[in-house]
């Protein structure tokens, strides 16, 4: 079906109306079941190195189709991709987790803390200052360096409380902890994309650990 469900998305980016959308719901709905189906098959294979995984339910993980458009110049109704926060707790969770996005030309496996409070943010930035070889242990790992890219905005300055001339200072500055794998559309085009995307999010394991 994931080739069916590409081409739908690709079709929803150039049809972003409700009434051509209304005359394909029930495929979107079809094809969105699979994929959720999918998803919890991958959960469930990730729960085998990640207890913290068993029990989530699918449904949590996952956002509508449907765009807020309340406050936002972008009067498009609808979102052209598909995305899973997977974590205890689903999307609404505050604590680091992986993050799987289905989207024709943009896809990929992300993770890590997107834009914490500042509390939070203050605790990660003095654990990683007091724990520097282990944090960078654990990003330069080759099996994780080999994968993901470690990113986030940033401070042009160091935060108050933090002397300038730190070696890593670059990761004091960080705002949030984002990692990347982007990955081509046919990642997914093939049958053992679950097998691979949960092995491919293995070595991000320790990194959550360490941020939680």
Not at 1 to 13: A, E, G, R, T, W
Not at 109 to 120: A, H, K, R, V, Y
Not at 135 to 140: G, K, Q, R, S, V
Not at 178 to 183: A, D, E, G, Q
Request: with cysteine; glycine share 6%.
């Amino acid at each position: 079906y994931m080739p069916q469900l590409f081409k739908f998305l690709s079709l929803l980016s150039v049809n972003n109306n409700r009434e051509w959308f209304n005359c394909h719901k029930e495929e979107f709905n079809y094809l969105r079941n699979l994929w959720l189906a999918d998803l919890k098959l991958l959960i469930g294979r990730m729960a085998e190195y990640d207890n913290s995984l068993r029990g989530v339910d699918v449904k949590d993980c996952v956002y509508r189709i449907y765009r807020d458009i309340r406050f936002s110049p972008n009067k498009l109704p609808y979102k052209t991709y598909l995305g899973a926060v997977i974590a205890r707790g689903g999307r609404k969770t505050p604590k680091s987790c992986y993050y799987i996005h289905f989207e024709p030309g943009h896809c990929g496996l992300f993770g890590g803390i997107w834009c914490p409070e500042q509390s939070i943010l203050n605790a990660l930035r003095h654990e990683i200052d007091n724990n520097i070889e282990e944090f960078l242990d654990i990003i330069d790992e080759p099996s994780f360096k080999s994968r993901y890219t470690l990113s986030g905005d940033s401070l042009k300055t160091m935060p108050k409380g933090f002397p300038k001339d730190l070696p890593h200072a670059k990761y004091i500055k960080m705002k949030e902890y984002i990692f990347s794998m982007p990955v081509a559309d046919d990642y997914f085009l093939r049958n053992d994309w679950i097998e691979r995307a949960a092995s491919d999010f293995k070595p991000s394991k320790p990194l959550h650990d360490f941020l939680n």
